[in-house]
């Protein structure tokens, strides 16, 4: 009650106020009116969904493939290759941005180092906007296809094997088990993890505040950066919680038109 409900009523109070004078007045819908006339609420907002609209299908592909190929009986040292793609996943966040800003590093990094033997001129990971984003999907990638895969692995586990022997039976190659017998049977996780990683890139927050802290000329600048940045830099928390407002709304509408296109039964 205290650390859950109370802040989500104090904040959507503190959404129809503004500060005057020293003090929170109330202000009826202005800070929702400001939120639709500003434009850089609009970048972030076509950031975050353009993030979302590639990086999050790699990942879940990538998921995919890597659980699919750890549930094989050919694969030794199941063991060892699950907990190393899961690590990412509890890795101190700070710890691995780090690392990525000095392998990311456009003079002295690893990565430009390896590509330099390709004839290949030094990237401005970080300085550039294009290469920013690219730069901060492949971080967001990497951290979370191993949880996802984890996910996915259950699922697969759960699959009974008669259906694959009666398919073998029936003169089926792997590639159509899988389309037609792992895919199908994988519906429901598809649907969990999709609908997690969705809510998860919407509420992206430590990634581009890290690497790039939005930049350059907010290039990376995500809804929950805008809403920090507002809150906690310029101290404008009804504008602020306004912001936080219109995000519920859109991971709602975006989470329940994620069932209805899957099918209400799953």
Known sequence: ??????????????????????????????????????????????????????????????????AVALNSQMVKLKGFFRVSFFMPAITALVASSIIFMIMLDENYGLVNYLLSFFGIEPIAW???????????????????????????????QNIPGSLYEAAEMDGAGKLRQFFYITVPQLKPIFLFTFVLSTIGTLQLFDEPYILTEGGPNNSTLTITLYLYQHGFKYFDFGYASAIAYILVLIIGVLSWGQMKLAGEND
Do not use: C, H
Not at 22 to 27: C, I, K, L, S
Not at 29 to 48: M, P
Not at 145 to 153: E, H, P, R, S
């Open 1 to 66: 009650m205290i650390f859950t409900v109370y802040p989500v009523i104090s904040s959507l109070l503190l959404s129809f106020q503004k500060r005057e004078g020293g003090e929170y007045v109330f202000a009826g819908l202005s800070n929702y009116a400001r939120l639709f006339q500003d434009e850089l609420f609009f970048k972030a907002l076509g950031n975050t969904f353009l993030i979302l609209l590639i990086q999050v299908p790699i990942q879940l592909f990538l998921a995919v493939v890597i």
């Open 126 to 156: 970080l300085s550039d906007p294009f290469w920013a984003k690219v730069a901060l999907m492949v971080a967001i990638t990497w951290r979370w296809t191993g949880y996802n895969m984890v996910i996915f692995l259950a699922g697969l």
